[in-house]
T-cell receptor
Framework: KAGVTQTPRYLIKTRGQQVTLSCSPI?????VSWYQQTPGQGLQFLFE???????NKGNFPGRFSGRQFSNSRSEMNVSTLELGDSALYLC???????????????FGAGTRLSVL | AQRVTQPEKLLSVFKGAPVELKCNYS??????LFWYVQYSRQRLQLLLR??SRESIKGFTADLNKGETSFHLKKPFAQEEDSAMYYC????????????????FGAGTRLAVHP
């Protein structure tokens, strides 16, 4: 079974631009979560999507948004990029079947975004 | 406030020595606790979770609700255990399949020397 796939692996953007990151979950997984990892703040939860709906959200400004498609693939968008948005962005997918105790999240390799 | 604290940034031990990676949490309820590990050039992966009460690669972790701790232990460290270890908390939402939100600690780098 293929793992969680994130594209692209690396991105370089300039301040003020916007960027879209993509995440393809493990086949059959319906939940996709996004995390930001920086040396200063560590791993921080951005948001989670399930059945094309945002189900949970972290404490990030509205410049950070996402969506999920009917095939469970998810995209994350950051508008008006700032230098502080430079980070590794991780996506995780989960089976999330009703009745199961907390599901395991499987992580992708991440997209490294550099804002110049 | 929901918070996970890993007090040590780096833990350096010799092969064969016991290891204990500390994790304390703050949560007004009964969360789920996890340990995730990231080996060099690999992606973040689950090591173990408190509800499973199992030993993975010789590691165990016991949830102590009184001390709000979930320390990771291994009696005899191996060089291949060298990695970054993250303790994580997931809020438990009653009557739900669960929302997949993980709150991570800052991580502890374990270095096992020969």
């Amino acid at each position: 079974k293929a793992g969680v796939t994130q594209t692209p692996r690396y991105l370089i953007k300039t301040r003020g631009q916007q960027v879209t990151l993509s995440c393809s979950p493990i086949s059959g997984h319906r939940s996709v979560s996004w995390y930001q990892q920086t040396p200063g703040q560590g791993l921080q939860f951005l948001f989670e999507y399930f059945s094309e709906t945002q189900r949970n959200k972290g404490n990030f400004p509205g410049r950070f948004s996402g969506r999920q498609f009917s095939n469970s693939r998810s995209e994350m968008n950051v508008s008006t990029l700032e230098l502080g948005d430079s980070a590794l962005y991780l996506c995780a997918s989960s089976l999330d079947r009703v009745g199961l105790v907390k599901n395991i999240q499987y992580f992708g390799a991440g997209t490294r975004l550099s804002v110049l | 406030a929901q918070r996970v604290t890993q007090p040590e940034k780096l833990l350096s031990v010799f092969k064969g020595a016991p290891v204990e990676l500390k994790c304390n949490y703050s949560y007004s309820g009964s969360p789920e606790l996890f340990w995730y590990v990231q080996y060099s050039r690999q992606r973040l992966q689950l090591l173990l979770r408190h509800i499973s009460r199992e030993s993975i690669k010789g590691f165990t972790a016991d949830l102590n609700k009184g001390e709000t701790s979930f320390h990771l232990k291994k009696p005899f460290a191996q060089e291949e255990d060298s990695a970054m270890y993250y303790c994580a908390l997931s809020p438990v939402i009653p009557f739900s399949g669960g929302y997949n939100k993980l709150i991570f600690g800052a991580g502890t780098r374990l270095a096992v020397h020969p």
